[in-house]
Each structure stands twice: as structure tokens, then as C-alpha cells.
């Protein structure tokens, strides 16, 4: 069974430039939540998406969006890039949005906003 | 989701135990308690998680205490790839939250 795949691996922008991330669940998951991980704040939830729909949210501005695909796959977009946006995005899936399940991450995808 | 507080760093021995403490002192009655761990750059993988009962499995073994306050981690036979950052996870989402600092594990030959 394929793991979480996530696309590209490594991105590089500019400031003021919007970017879309790409997470695919390993097969038969419908739960993908996204992170993000700077070496100053640690690994923070950004948000969770279950059934296409937007389940739980952490602290970040609206400038960080996602979604998800009727096929559980989910894209992340974050637009006017700042140079704090710069790190390793990383997403989880799990099979359904129960307390008694194991998160499968990905191997993030990095990126430089220079 | 309850609050964890885990010692920064540990050392341990290749080839013994390695236990790695948790509290989670306000816990709630339906939280569980999850661990993953993180080598470097690369992303978290499960290890454990319970509810009430100790808990084991291939990689690991979770205790708990009989108040749920508390619990540790338990690498029976630590190698040099078990060398990771690790995190407790207290709530009732499968773990899915903001991870905090963790505990930096190095197993030294």
C-alpha cells in the first residue's frame, strides 16, 4: 500500500507570489490534516479536512486555505507569501475522524520564500 | 486538548530500555494519549497511543498511570535509529493538533 504522497517535494518563491501544496492519502483514507514545521515554532496544526468539509482549524491566518477532493486527495494554498512562511509542510491521513486512529504523515514538502 | 509537558532531552544506552515520561496532568476522561516520533527532516510516525490500559505493540509500550496523569514510554532495546525527537499527544482527534517541543532522544553506542 502507497503511503501519504505529497508534491512537490521542494518549492521555491518569492514574496508576494501564492503557492499550492498537494497531499495524497494513502488509499481508502478519508481524513487529511495539514502541519507546519520552522525550527522556531515547532509543528503546528493548520487544519483538518474529513468528507470534503473543513473540520478543525488552527491558529493561522486566512491566507492558508485548503480542500479536498471527493477522491479524499487534498490540496493547501497559501497566498501573499511572507518570508515566515518559509518551512517544511508536512499533512496526515487517517482512515476517519475517530479519537482511536493512527495519523500516517507524508514527507512534507519544503519551502523557501525568499 | 490537554496540556503535556515532556523533559527536553534524554540519553540512553544502545541497547537498554529507554523510558520517556509524559504528564498530562488535566486530562480528560475520553482523551487518549498518543506518541509519535520524528527523525530528522523527515515526517512523524506513529508509535503508540491508549486510552486507560497499558498498551503494547511491536515498536513500543505505553503505561499508564492507574490516574491518567501521567504515562511513559517504553523503547525496550533502544538502537541508534531509535535517535529522534519524541511527542506525547493528549486529546480526543487521533492526535491531530499542534505537537509540542518533545523530548530529543539520543541513544548513544
Known amino acids: 500500500k502507497a503511503g501519504v504522497t505529497q508534491t512537490p517535494r521542494y518549492l521555491i518563491k518569492t514574496r508576494g507570489q501564492q503557492v499550492t501544496l498537494s497531499c495524497s492519502p494513502i488509499?481508502?483514507?478519508?481524513?487529511v490534516s495539514w502541519y507546519q514545521q520552522t525550527p522556531g515554532q515547532g509543528l503546528q496544526f493548520l487544519f483538518e479536512?474529513?468528507?470534503?468539509?473543513?473540520?478543525n482549524k488552527g491558529n493561522f491566518p486566512g491566507r492558508f486555505s485548503g480542500r479536498q477532493f471527493s477522491n479524499s486527495r487534498s490540496e493547501m494554498n497559501v497566498s501573499t507569501l511572507e518570508l515566515g512562511d518559509s518551512a517544511l509542510y508536512l499533512c496526515?491521513?487517517?482512515?476517519?475522524?475517530?479519537?482511536?486512529?493512527?495519523?500516517?504523515f507524508g514527507s512534507g514538502t519544503q519551502l523557501s520564500v525568499l | 486538548d490537554a496540556k503535556t509537558t515532556q523533559p527536553p532531552s534524554m540519553d540512553c544506552a544502545e541497547g537498554r530500555a529507554a523510558n520517556l515520561p509524559c504528564n498530562h496532568s488535566?486530562?480528560?476522561?475520553?482523551?487518549?494519549v498518543y506518541w509519535y516520533r520524528q527523525i530528522h527532516s523527515q515526517g512523524p510516525q506513529y508509535i503508540i497511543h491508549?486510552?486507560?490500559n497499558n498498551e503494547t505493540n511491536e515498536m513500543a509500550s505505553l503505561i499508564i498511570t492507574e490516574d491518567r496523569k501521567s504515562s511513559t514510554l517504553i523503547l525496550p532495546h533502544a538502537t541508534l535509529r531509535d535517535t529522534a525527537v519524541y511527542y506525547c499527544?493528549?486529546?480526543?482527534?487521533?492526535?491531530?493538533?499542534?505537537f509540542g517541543d518533545g523530548t530529543t532522544l539520543t541513544v548513544k553506542p
Open positions: 488509499s481508502g483514507h478519508r481524513s
Open positions: 499527544i493528549v486529546n480526543t482527534n487521533a492526535g491531530k493538533s499542534t
Open positions: 488535566t486530562i480528560s476522561g475520553n482523551e487518549y
Open positions: 479536512y474529513f468528507s470534503e468539509t473543513q473540520r
Open positions: 491508549g486510552l486507560k
Open positions: 496526515a491521513s487517517s482512515l476517519e475522524l475517530r479519537a482511536n486512529e493512527k495519523l500516517f
